[in-house]
């Protein structure tokens, strides 16, 4: 039986790419749709998140040259995980697969993981088989995050970014999840229905340019730590009892040097250095409460994660 099937991408500013995104969607839906595994009312949804080039101009001409193509205008850039949401709770469909519109996820896994939805999987991973495509830097850095994360108790599927299917019910599930910084790839896990993967090798961004520099993949991977995960917490009250333990053997130390030994340790670093290490300690562990703080302060004012402007 066919499945009404939803491809969701988000978009910010690639005017470039997205003729050539937009023409191999519409070969793998057209091939589906003709041997009758999705339904002729399967759609592609284009969600501009606020993009300040032709983006949205283009999406539109793609939906006026083709019906399959459809398109959804955020009020304002709010960001890749709030665009893809108003995709995902949005759009009608059976399936909703997400994917970004830089074609470095290849597009034909999208057969796979319907094959496994129609074989009862309810969220299907599109995950990597290698990052020989990323630099020496990024691979190392996405490795050690991965483990950090997994020793903070999180559950991310390895090698996996936003590139998914999930099936009507993990849509509705997700709907539950309220809190404004919404981490997908940590709550999609916590849905806990039937999951599979499937295997892609990752190549190179089609044309444009990169929307997720250093700064930006630090400030995601930090967002994602402090959204799941309390451990970063539970290290501060470690770590005070680790320098408190110094602190004590310091002063038995300087005790046993004044009273026993009868010497005094002299020195401008034995008095300095303390300082400057307490110091730091406690600034750190300020910033990391700091961050918790101010998701709280986010949360509890319940402001609209996004706004749709306009749709087609």
């Not at 983006?55 to 205008?73: F, M, P, Q």
């Not at 903070?152 to 299917?165: Q, T």
């Not at 509705?172 to 229905?193: C, H």
């Not at 501060?236 to 002063?251: D, E, K, P, Q, Y």
């Amino acid at each position: 039986m066919s499945i009404v099937l939803a491809i969701v991408v988000p978009c910010y500013n690639e005017e470039e790419v997205l003729p050539e995104t937009n023409r191999r969607l519409l070969d793998v839906l057209g091939r589906m749709q003709a041997d009758g595994r999705v339904s002729p009312d399967s759609r592609i949804h284009y969600v501009d998140d606020g993009s300040k080039d032709g983006t949205w101009a283009l999406i539109e001409s793609l939906a006026a040259a083709d019906r399959r193509s459809r398109g959804i205008k955020l009020s304002r850039n709010r960001g890749h995980q709030a665009a893809l949401l108003a995709g995902l709770l949005t759009v009608e469909g059976d399936a909703l697969v997400s994917i970004d519109a830089d074609l470095q996820d290849d597009v034909t896994v999208i057969e796979a993981m319907v094959r496994e939805h129609s074989a009862g999987a309810e969220v299907v991973y599109g995950v990597r088989e290698s990052r020989q495509t990323d630099t020496a830097f990024k691979r190392q850095t996405a490795l050690t995050y991965y483990r950090v994360m997994k020793t903070m108790g999180v559950d991310l599927v390895h090698n996996h970014a936003d590139f998914r299917l999930l099936g009507r019910r993990s849509v509705e599930a997700l709907r539950e999840y309220g809190e404004v910084n919404m981490f997908l790839r940590g709550i999609v896990p916590l849905i806990g229905y039937k999951a599979a993967t499937v295997k892609y090798d990752r190549t190179e961004r089609f044309a444009g340019v990169s929307k997720y520099p250093l700064r930006k993949m630090l400030t995601f991977a930090l967002e994602g730590m402090t959204s799941l995960s309390i451990v970063p917490l539970r290290l501060i009250t470690l770590l005070g009892l680790v320098v408190s333990a110094l602190s004590f053997a310091m002063i038995i130390f300087i005790l046993y040097g004044t009273l026993v030994l009868n010497a005094v340790i002299p020195g401008w670093a034995s008095s300095v250095v303390p300082i400057y290490f307490l110091g730091g300690i406690q600034l750190l562990s300020i910033g990391i409460l700091g961050e918790y703080v101010a998701k709280i302060y986010l949360e509890t004012k319940r402001r609209p994660r996004f706004f749709i402007e306009k749709t087609l």
